[in-house]
């Protein structure tokens, strides 16, 4: 795949939602091998995904927002609210695979 290739491909998966995206990256290469489930970097959270047979690695973006409930969060001080977390699918990023894949 070259650097368009890789393009287009981000596009269309930051088209879809997270779990079509997610499906299709399977649907690419069935030795698909998730690295990472939503590590935090920064304020995004990656699900990395490397698929040895297209030699590529796809990146899933998230974003989070936090709210917080009245409800009483007791593994903490009694001051502190529990809090609803809702993940935001934003974008893919594509890339070559720079080393090969440990299986």
Do not use: C
């Not at 998966?13 to 998730?34: C, G, H, P, V, Y």
């Not at 973006?61 to 502190?80: I, Q, S, W």
Request: net charge neutral; hydrophobic share 35%.
């Amino acid at each position: 795949m070259n650097e368009s290739d890789h393009r287009q491909l981000a596009d269309r998966l930051s088209k879809m939602t997270f779990k079509q995206a997610r499906r299709e990256i399977r649907r690419l290469d069935r030795a698909a091998d998730m690295k990472f489930w939503r590590n935090s970097i920064w304020d995004e959270y990656h699900t990395l995904f490397m698929l040895p047979n297209e030699d590529i690695t796809i990146t899933l973006v998230e974003k989070v927002e936090l709210e917080e409930t009245d409800k009483r969060d007791f593994t903490g001080p009694p001051d502190r609210k529990q809090q609803d977390i809702e993940y935001t699918y934003v974008e893919a990023r594509v890339a070559p695979l720079e080393r090969p894949v440990k299986k």
